[in-house]
């Protein structure tokens, strides 16, 4: 079984920094691409920022030039460094995988992590 392991969240003042980690684990073949998400109290879960398997990565329009999207070389990492933040950034912060293919199936599949709380105050 395909699992998605969130680290790094916590309470930070506005301005300060705060890396998230997502580490994937299971019987992986490959992963297209990986993702934040967040989700606000009384909002919809919104994409942060993506990156494919080739390095390729795209953000929301709220946190670029703030945030930055990377892969680890086994391709089974994911880390968002969060710089300069604002109290509008405090929500759970989601990985998602999407395009996991595991060694026992050609079948492609998503998976989600369990989430991590960033909360932005003074």
């Known amino acids: 079984q395909v699992e998605l392991l969130e680290s790094g969240g916590g309470l930070v003042q506005p301005g300060g920094s705060l890396t998230l980690s997502c580490a994937a684990s299971?019987?992986?073949?490959?992963?297209?691409?990986m993702d934040w998400y967040r989700q606000a109290p009384g909002k919809q879960r919104e994409l942060v920022a993506r990156i494919t398997s080739g390095g390729v990565s795209d953000y929301a329009r709220t946190v670029k030039g703030r945030f930055r999207i990377s892969r680890g070389s086994a391709l089974d990492t994911v880390t968002l460094q969060m710089n300069s933040l604002k109290p509008e950034d405090t929500a759970v912060y989601y990985c998602?995988?999407?395009?996991?293919?595991?060694?026992?199936?050609?079948?492609?599949?998503?998976?989600w992590g369990q989430g991590t709380q960033v909360t932005v105050s003074s």
């Open positions: 299971g019987p992986i073949d490959r992963i297209h691409s």
């Open positions: 998602h995988a999407t395009g996991v293919v595991i060694i026992t199936s050609p079948y492609e599949s998503d998976y």
